[in-house]
Every structure is written in structure tokens, then in C-alpha cells.
């Protein structure tokens, strides 16, 4: 008999060969109504495959986030790949995963489709649900396997098959008897009536497996949810995301733009680049407060420094290099290398530590083309970079110094809703096994010593150690990771980095990697589109315009101008030759806060015509007034 032992810590004994259905079955009928697949020893599997040994085992319903992502590979894989050969037979699949969301499916055909194309495939996917078929699934050898799809003229899934090292257990799904076959990892749902609502979203290019050497395909994208509620809200959320973009946006309010010249680089205009010095003046004096010395490293690098810190066997296809007098030079793709240089200068006490050095560090990153976008994904970027070395003793007290000048920061952009992740070590990293088990102990009794909540992310560290992730929720409901702190016990002593201690020996120090904002570029788009533009008073680039209703007006607004600026507001002068509703209208799309209209009656008044951005209403206030409310609507709130 087999042992079979759930979440809760209940076991119950049955015959080897059990399936995920009977067990679910024997637990109780409306269990094996909405059961879709089960997880055994932390693996998905289908509800038929047998179970042998015993095992830990839990049964995934849809209401499970794992049993919504099953749904939509299904989706993928056996409705959106079929609805395709039906409409298109010459078509030759590809893959179809999951993403978060939804789904794509890539398929290699003659003649390039349009978002026009989608309704039509969207509907024959319909059909293919309301025919109800279940889902079977057979285990081919590789020899097998190969000579299906060879017959079924499936070019992508031979190659798929040929490459895989295993020999057998290869899983080909089938919709009842239609003839339709697919290679899948799975697992599946048992049948189509557990399929909710879907929608096909858009169409682009890929290159199979990301390789432009290969054959350019198209990627049929899709979202799925459990219900028409959940698909609108999440429709609705796309439609917002659209117009929040912070592409189209940085264009309209004329604060950036991006051309073929200088791919994944910004070209800041003079309002972007204002926004942008205020973020950085801003975190300057954060950090100043906070005890960091701000430092200044090379952009181009000798690859042996590199090669010494382990990130040029990581990180080499991201770098860019250069060659000068027969040595090997990158720009740097991070600043930490070159901060261990700096704190190598010199004798370093125990007295000394902590040492907070902060840069806001220009970094460059070989990103592939299709994968940039705006200011979310670029290659060149700005990081609010700093690390702290420190002792091992010292880790929970700076972790919890981190923490909170973090969600102060967050909290002073407008963001109180914060996610922390605890990410362990990666399959790919440095360091041995017992450095990781210190460095994981050391940071889980840092954050939780600082009194935050936070959630596992297993397997997602750094190259060098274990990290928390910060994410921030943004108006409509978006996740965003910014933040992070990664504790590094390897880095230090791969640079030879040291101090002394109490009792006159050399140690090894801890250093923190830290950021707050991560990237400037990336946190101003997340900002742009959080705030659809209309940003708080005390990040505008512009804060008050001056709109003259005719040229006797120029004089007063002059002298206006020059207060606002005595008061370190940013104001721009309107004095244009237009009707006043036109320019009112116009500086209202630049999403300027304030507008200060100023005319002959204003003038003899010694008064401003007050309009706030968002408000129909105006009001008159003497000079004096105005200020006073400028300069307290432009505070940090």
C-alpha cells in the first residue's frame, strides 16, 4: 500500500497505480467534480497519470493560481494551436506557453496575419470549446514521437523532440477523436468544460527559440480567466495600461523620445530631463540623511576585473566591449566591481564600518532589440545604486535602516501598497553552498528582526546571494519590482576585500547590494504611468504656468515669474498672442498643476486668477496668497 499525505498533514493508504481522479474522488464527490490536476512531491501532474510510491499530494482546482495558469496552457496548446490548423492547415506549430496573464502560441505560416485575423480564430477557438471533448493523453518513446509528428508535418515538434535528451515518456495530448495531436510538458485539463473566458489580444513576430538567425514566426497572444467578471476587469485594466502608456505620454508632454540611432537610450528633453533632476536631487539628500558618501566610478572597465568578480562568465553576452592598446575594456553593466575598488583604498577599521557608498551609477546592457521597451527595458540606464560593508553583526541593523528609508521614499512617491519577496539561491551562482546557508540565515533574520511580512520567491537570487525584492502596486492594480537588498559574502573575497577587526586581524566584510529605485528610467515610466501623467505638484517638471490674456500684461507676469522662482517653484510664461481659452486649454494637456491667469484686472487687483488642473473652478487670489498656496501645494505631501 501507498502513503498518501496531504497539506494538512492527513494521510490515508492506497494501492499502487492510484490516479490523481480516484483520489480526489475518495476524498469526496464535489472534489472530483472540479478537480483538474494534482501536484505529487511538488510536480504538476495530470489527473490520470498513476501515483507509485508514496507521496505528498495536493489536488488543484481552478480557484488555485496553479489550476488558472493549467487552463490557460490548455488553451494554448489545444485550442488556440487547433482553432489555427483549422483555419490555416499549411500552418507548422511551434510552442505555446503560458505568461503572466495569459498565453501565446507561435506558428510558422505563408501569409502574415493582423489583429483583424484574431476575431475569426477567436471564434473557431469557441467552437472548439463548446464541442466539449476531453483531453487524453498517451506517453510516446523519442523514436515514436518523432515519426508522429514527421507524418503529421510538424517540423518544430521533431526538432523539439531530437534535441530533448530523454529517450522516452514523451506526452502527446488528444482532443477525443479529432486528430488533433500536440507535444506538451502539461499538465492539462481533463476536458474543455472547464475552460472560462478567453480573448485573443495581439499579434507580433518572434524568432524561433529568440534566435534571429532562425525563422522569423508569429506569436498569437491571449489572455483567459475563470469568469466574464474577471476577463473585463482584466480587459479594462489593458485599456487603462494603454492610455497610461508612458511611451505615448513621455511624447504628448513632450518629455523624451527614442529613435533607431541610439537603440534602448533615452533622448531627454528639457521637461524630462527637469523630472528626472528632481528625482535624483531628491534621493540625493535621502541618502546624504542617511549617512551614504556618493562616489563616481569609470564607465569602461579592464574584462580582468571582471573576469576576477565572476560576472564576465554571467554577464558577458550582455556587455558591451570595447579594445584599446591591446586590452579588453566593458562598460560597465553594474557599479559593484567598481566599489570594492574603492573601498580597497586605503587601511579599513572595524571602527570604520559601516561604509555606505552610493553612485547614481550609468550602466549599459546588451539587451536584445525585441525585448526593449521605452523606458522599462533599455540599454542604457541610471541605477540609485549603493552598497554597504559592513560586518556580519551589523547585517540586521542596516537591512532594517534600508527597509524603512525605502518605504519612506515609496511612500513620499505616492506608494503605500509594498510586496516583499525573500528570494533564495539561483542554480547558476557563485559562492559555495555553506556561504548561501549563512548568507539566507543572515538576511531572513534581518527582515524579520525589522518587523516586515514578507513572501518566499525560491530560486530568483542574485548571482552572488540572496536578496529581497520590493514591488510596488501601482493605480490600476500593476505589480512592479523596484527595490532590492542582496546580502554578498562572495564578492568581497574574490576582490580582496578587508578590514581590520577588534582584534587586530584581517576580516572579510559583508557587503549589501541595495537600490531603492533600481533603475531612474525604469521608476520615471513606472511613475508616468501610475499618475497617467498628471504628476504630483512636487515632481512636475513645469509647476505653475503664467497665461497673459494680452501683451499689457507681460510686465506683471514677468515680476510673477521672478517671485516663483525666489520661491523655487517651476513656472513657464505664456505670453502667446491666443485666446485665453485656447491656451488654457493647451497647458491643461501639458497637465501643468497650476495655471495663474493674469489681466488688466488681475494686474490692478494685484492679484492671480487661480485654475488647478482637474477643476473647472477659478479663484482670485491677492499675490502673496497665490504663493503661500503654491508653495505648500508643491511640498512633498
Not at 481533463?190 to 506569436?219: C, H
Request: net charge neutral.
Amino acid at each position: 500500500m501507498l502513503k498518501i499525505t496531504f497539506p494538512d498533514g492527513k494521510h490515508k493508504e492506497y494501492k499502487p497505480g492510484i490516479t490523481g481522479f480516484d483520489i480526489a474522488a475518495d476524498i469526496s464527490l464535489s472534489l472530483s467534480k472540479v478537480a483538474i490536476a494534482i501536484i505529487v512531491n511538488g510536480h504538476q501532474k495530470d489527473l490520470t497519470d498513476p501515483i507509485n510510491e508514496d507521496s505528498l499530494v495536493n489536488i488543484i482546482t481552478l480557484k488555485d493560481d496553479s489550476g488558472l495558469e493549467i487552463m490557460r496552457h490548455t488553451i494554448a496548446a489545444q485550442v488556440l494551436a487547433r482553432a489555427i490548423k483549422n483555419i490555416y492547415p499549411e500552418a507548422k506549430l511551434a510552442i505555446g506557453p503560458t505568461i503572466e496573464n495569459g498565453f501565446y502560441y507561435d506558428v510558422l505560416l505563408k501569409n502574415s496575419i493582423s489583429s483583424d485575423d484574431l476575431f475569426s480564430i477567436e471564434n473557431e477557438m469557441k467552437k472548439i470549446v463548446k464541442e466539449g471533448h476531453s483531453i487524453n493523453k498517451k506517453i510516446k518513446k523519442k523514436n515514436e514521437a518523432i515519426k508522429l509528428f514527421e507524418k503529421l508535418d510538424e517540423p518544430y515538434k521533431v526538432q523539439i523532440i531530437n534535441d530533448s535528451l530523454q529517450e522516452n515518456d514523451f506526452q502527446i495530448y488528444q482532443q477525443g477523436d479529432t486528430g488533433f495531436f500536440d507535444l506538451c510538458r502539461g499538465p492539462h485539463l481533463p476536458s474543455f468544460k472547464f475552460i472560462g473566458e478567453f480573448k485573443l489580444t495581439k499579434v507580433s513576430g518572434a524568432y524561433w527559440r529568440g534566435d534571429s538567425k532562425n525563422e522569423m514566426l508569429q506569436r498569437i497572444y491571449g489572455t483567459a480567466w475563470r469568469n466574464k467578471k474577471e476577463l473585463d476587469t482584466h480587459l479594462f485594466m489593458l485599456e487603462e495600461a494603454e492610455k497610461r502608456d508612458h511611451r505615448k505620454l513621455g511624447k504628448e508632454l513632450d518629455l523624451f523620445h527614442f529613435q533607431d540611432d541610439a537603440p534602448g537610450s533615452v533622448f531627454w528633453h528639457s521637461k524630462g530631463w527637469t523630472l528626472y533632476r528632481v528625482i535624483q536631487d531628491y534621493m540625493r539628500k535621502k541618502l546624504e540623511d542617511s549617512g551614504y558618501e556618493e562616489v563616481n566610478t569609470p564607465q569602461l572597465v579592464d574584462s580582468s576585473l571582471w573576469k576576477i568578480s565572476g560576472h564576465w562568465d554571467k554577464f558577458r553576452e550582455q556587455m558591451f566591449v570595447s579594445e584599446s592598446e591591446e586590452k579588453v575594456l566593458a562598460i560597465k553593466p553594474m557599479n559593484c566591481p567598481c566599489h570594492v575598488q574603492i573601498f580597497r583604498q586605503g587601511i579599513k577599521s572595524y571602527k570604520d564600518l559601516p561604509v555606505r557608498m552610493a553612485e547614481f551609477g550609468s550602466c549599459h546592457r546588451n539587451e536584445p532589440s525585441g525585448a526593449l521597451h521605452g523606458l522599462m527595458r533599455a540599454r542604457a540606464f541610471t541605477q540609485d545604486d549603493a552598497h554597504i560593508f559592513c560586518t556580519k553583526e551589523q547585517i540586521t541593523s542596516e537591512t532594517k535602516k534600508f527597509c524603512n528609508l525605502l518605504m519612506g521614499v515609496y511612500k513620499d512617491f505616492g506608494f503605500d501598497n509594498v510586496i516583499i519577496k525573500f528570494s533564495d539561491r539561483p542554480e547558476n551562482r557563485a559562492g559555495s553552498d555553506s556561504v548561501w546557508d549563512q548568507a539566507e540565515r543572515a538576511l531572513i533574520r534581518a527582515i524579520e528582526s525589522a518587523g516586515y511580512d514578507y513572501e518566499l520567491n525560491p530560486g530568483d537570487g542574485a548571482f552572488y546571494g540572496p536578496k529581497l525584492e520590493f514591488v510596488l502596486k501601482d493605480a490600476i492594480g500593476r505589480d512592479w519590482q523596484c527595490g532590492t537588498l542582496q546580502v554578498d559574502f562572495v564578492l568581497p573575497e574574490r576582490l580582496d576585500a578587508k578590514y581590520v577587526g577588534e582584534d587586530g586581524n584581517k576580516h572579510l566584510p559583508v557587503m549589501l547590494h541595495r537600490a531603492v529605485l533600481g533603475s531612474f528610467e525604469r521608476f520615471i515610466g513606472i511613475l508616468i504611468e501610475n499618475y497617467a501623467g498628471k504628476l504630483p505638484c512636487w515632481l512636475s517638471p513645469i509647476q505653475v504656468a503664467i497665461a497673459t490674456i494680452n501683451d499689457k500684461c507681460k510686465d506683471f507676469a514677468y515680476d510673477l515669474e521672478k517671485k516663483l522662482d525666489l520661491c523655487n517653484i517651476r513656472s513657464r510664461l505664456d505670453l502667446r498672442n491666443e485666446k485665453l481659452n485656447y491656451k488654457i486649454r493647451e497647458l491643461s494637456l501639458q497637465k501643468i498643476p497650476f495655471i495663474a491667469v493674469i489681466g488688466e484686472k488681475e494686474i490692478e487687483q494685484q492679484s492671480v486668477m487661480l485654475r488647478e488642473l482637474g477643476s473647472n473652478n477659478q479663484v482670485l487670489l491677492k499675490t502673496e496668497e497665490f504663493l503661500k498656496k503654491i508653495k505648500n501645494s508643491c511640498r512633498i505631501e
